[in-house]
């Protein structure tokens, strides 16, 4: 071998470690790339159960007339907690019921986990069955939305059944979610569930 030439056992050894030092970094990516593409996986974004609103509403301040479980001014709506929202007549006929009872079944199976959700039912009309409401369902806070002053908050909510539809609004008071009631509840467990593991808020 002659001075300046490259003994060619060496050179294949150096070309096999940049081959392997190649693969550790484009292996990973490839993969990720064929996992995101390729497969019917998809990130949390579209794994919902339920329906995303994009982008997420703010929901504005408001000091409505909470009805029950106490009267009082509702100043503190949607913040600080996960909220599971319905919207619709005082009265509460059965849908309503229906929907109501989803919203308590599922906040009680959180377990540990259900002091960090609330319960509101904002009454558009007819407010309210109070005896109802009180007796099936402690803790829900029912706010009297029926009057003008409801409007600016209620127009946040999108109008298209809302008698069948539940919503989620985050701790800083942003509407982001929403679940058809008829649909099974499961559903909106696990991504309840998922939303609290991975919120540092609330």
């Not at 790339?33 to 329906?51: A, L």
């Not at 009680?108 to 259900?114: E, K, V």
Request: glycine share 8%; aromatic share 6%; proline share 8%.
């Amino acid at each position: 071998m002659t001075p300046g030439t490259v003994d060619p056992a060496l050179r294949a050894r150096n070309l096999r470690t940049l081959a392997l030092l190649a693969a550790l970094f484009i292996v990973p990516l490839a993969l990720a790339f064929f996992t995101y593409y390729g497969t019917s996986w998809r990130p949390i974004g579209s794994v919902n159960h339920g329906e995303l609103i994009s982008p997420p509403r703010p929901l504005p301040a408001s000091a409505l007339p909470a009805v029950l479980p106490a009267p009082a001014a509702a100043d503190r709506l949607f913040r600080d907690k996960w909220t599971l929202v319905y919207v619709g007549d005082g009265g509460c006929p059965q849908e309503c019921q229906q929907a109501l009872y989803v919203m308590r079944q599922t906040r009680l199976s959180l377990n540990n986990d259900m002091t960090r959700v609330a319960r509101v039912f904002l009454a558009t009309a007819g407010c309210c069955a109070r005896e109802l409401l009180g007796r099936e369902h402690p803790g829900l806070v029912v706010v009297d939305a029926s009057g003008g002053a409801a409007q600016a908050l209620l127009a946040q909510f999108p109008a298209a059944d809302r008698e069948h539809t539940l919503y989620v609004v985050d701790p800083l008071g942003n509407l982001m979610m929403r679940y058809d009631a008829r649909a099974n509840p499961r559903g909106l467990l696990d991504d309840l569930r998922k939303l609290l593991r991975l919120s540092h808020i609330g």
